[in-house]
């Protein structure tokens, strides 16, 4: 027997008119391209959206149509992205981190007719414009003052769309498994693959989000996102905000420790998401300046693992809690959580800081297990490491056009592609990607967690930690160090630091000082590239055995 309940389609453009008529005057803040800071409100913001999906529409742009963004966060590229969910049209958000012939792959993959971009990136288009067949128009995120100085044949003026169409427009009436947005995955191994997004997987994605165990977030929240939304959609803050009528602020092109600081203490802000960096960043700032936060409580750390040293610092030293979170572009992206639960939340600090530093638990919507190599369950004891596979309805099921096969496995679980381990309490924490573990002697190294602890080490800015060819073990464990501007350290500074905090066989066979541990186009360590760049390299303990 089925429910009487009304049919509702779950379509994301509900979010923003919501926030339209019920929270129309809480504002978006935005630091423009062009530098000063745009003040707008949800009542705006819908109109001005609205009246971009007519000029799509006046362009040809049909249900299905990919339209893509090249820009930085905004109000003008939240305006960008309803006006094309709305329609039915679907948003590629494009990362413009990534390599011109990447940015040329996907753009060409996705078959996008029209990209709207920001001032910032008309360099990078112009100059491979005609590695873009599919792309008939170009949109600029910009007024008709700059937009007299843009010399991309064929662009159009956003400023300008928005003053010429009507803010009439309709929206949704569509099926809520229609796609909504697409967003390619770094494409650390072979090329990116297209992660294409339901508006009913984003509808239930914001929902989840929502929740106090997850975001945390209201109404009365000033929320600043410095997490791209070319980045798995902001983390679904561009959706959530809107949803629960929080205020934005959003940083555009400056994500420097003292533009977000600044931001932060003239808007207001109470809650932010980001990338540990991004954080490593403002701390190093906070620390040089002496300066405080007056409203921050809150901040959601994920994209790669939280040191120590930063949940300690927001804590101790100003008052703010770090949520470390888990997820990928495949899961929407959040997958989990590390909110302490009833019975951990009564321990004394330091206890809680191994399940703060773990990547958490999964709220209601998403299903974990983990695996061995043959797909059988292993025991959450927190100490077995396996394969990490989720389930949900805003998990992805296949990739755009196929690509990859079935990604499934029989019991329709994904292969997150990284290992890990889960605890008694539920808390999962990742050790690795399953390509970056390091197997020595038959046993896994966690080369996150030792980068965890030497990132700690108070002169180091970076650490990162690789497997290294060696004859006896298999691979032994290397640690590459980033020092802070001015620092000089040795080798046995940090191999000491590491002394009763990792296990012995877990010791780095040797540290090695590097100028950059290069970072990849969503903020990770680029392990790729420093396994490149350490080709020609042995370490001092590979004596050949005879
Ligand atoms: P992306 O799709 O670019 O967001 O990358 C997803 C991958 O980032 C995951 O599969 C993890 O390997 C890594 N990742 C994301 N969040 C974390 C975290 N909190 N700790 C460790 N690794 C993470």
Redesign the pocket.
């Known amino acids: 027997m089925l429910g009487l309940m009304q049919d509702w389609p779950l379509t994301v453009d509900k979010f923003l008119t919501h926030a339209a008529q019920w929270h129309g005057r809480r504002e978006v803040v935005s630091r423009s391209v062009e530098g000063p800071i745009v003040r707008t409100t949800y009542a705006e913001l819908e109109q001005r959206a609205k009246r971009i999906s007519n000029a799509l529409l006046a362009m040809g742009v049909k249900p299905g149509d990919r339209v893509a963004t090249l820009a930085w966060n905004s109000g003008r590229h939240m305006e960008a992205w309803y006006a094309i969910m709305g329609i039915g049209a679907v948003c590629h958000t494009l990362n413009p981190r990534l390599f011109a012939d990447q940015l040329c792959y996907i753009i060409n993959h996705a078959e996008d007719r029209i990209i709207f971009t920001d001032l910032t990136f008309l360099p990078v288009l112009m100059e491979h414009r005609h590695q873009m067949p599919t792309v008939e128009t170009f949109i600029v995120l910009t007024d008709q003052d700059h937009m007299a100085k843009v010399d991309l044949k064929g662009a159009l003026c956003f400023e300008t769309l928005v003053e010429t169409h009507s803010p009439d427009a309709k929206w949704g009436g569509f099926d809520e498994n229609t796609a909504a947005g697409l967003?390619y995955?770094?494409g650390t191994t072979g090329n990116p693959k297209g992660?294409l997004y339901s508006h009913r997987s984003n509808f239930l994605h914001t929902l989840v989000t929502a929740q106090t165990d997850v975001m945390g977030i209201g109404s009365r929240d000033v929320v600043l996102p410095v997490v791209p939304m070319f980045?798995?959609n902001a983390w679904g803050l561009t959706f959530t905000c809107p949803a629960i009528g929080a205020k934005m602020v959003m940083p555009g092109p400056k994500m420097d420790g003292e533009s977000i600081l600044e931001l932060i203490e003239t808007e207001g802000v109470t809650f932010s998401a980001a990338?540990p960096t991004v954080w490593q960043m403002l701390l190093q700032h906070m620390r040089a300046t002496g300066a405080k936060f007056s409203t921050l409580k809150r901040v959601v750390?994920?994209?790669?693992?939280?040191p120590e040293a930063i949940i300690r610092a927001f804590h101790d030293d100003y008052g703010v809690e770090v949520i470390?979170?888990?997820?990928?572009?495949?899961?929407s992206?959040l997958?989990?959580q590390a909110s302490l639960t009833a019975e951990l939340a009564e321990l004394p600090y330091d206890e809680q800081i191994p399940y703060r530093l773990k990547?958490g638990r999964p709220p209601a919507g998403v299903q974990l297990k983990l695996t061995d190599d043959e797909d059988k369950r292993l025991p959450h004891d927190g100490t077995t490491f396996g394969r990490?596979k989720i389930k949900g309805p805003f998990i992805v099921g296949r990739y755009f056009k196929g690509d990859g096969g079935e990604i499934l496995d029989e019991e329709g679980f994904f292969d997150?592609?990284?290992v890990a381990t889960i605890d008694q309490h539920g808390f999962m924490q990742?050790t690795?990607?399953a390509k970056d573990v390091i197997k020595s002697g038959g046993e896994w190294i966690s080369s996150?967690e030792i980068e965890n602890i030497a990132c700690g080490h108070p002169k180091a800015a970076l650490a990162a930690v690789i497997g290294v060819a060696h004859p006896k073990w298999d691979e032994r464990p290397l640690l590459l160090v980033q020092l802070k501007p001015g620092e000089t350290a040795t080798r046995d500074e940090f191999l000491e630091f590491l002394v009763g905090k990792i296990a012995k066989w877990w010791m780095p066979d040797d540290v090695q000082f590097v100028s950059e541990i290069p970072l990849?186009?969503?903020g990770?360590i680029d392990k790729k590239l420093i396994r490149q760049r350490m080709a020609g390299y042995v370490l001092p303990t590979a004596e050949p055995v005879g």
């Open positions: 967003c995955t770094s992660v980045h798995a990338v750390i994920g994209g790669s693992a939280v470390h979170a888990w997820g990928m572009t495949e899961t992206p997958g989990t990547q990490l997150t592609g990284d990742i690795d990607r996150i990849g186009a969503t990770k």
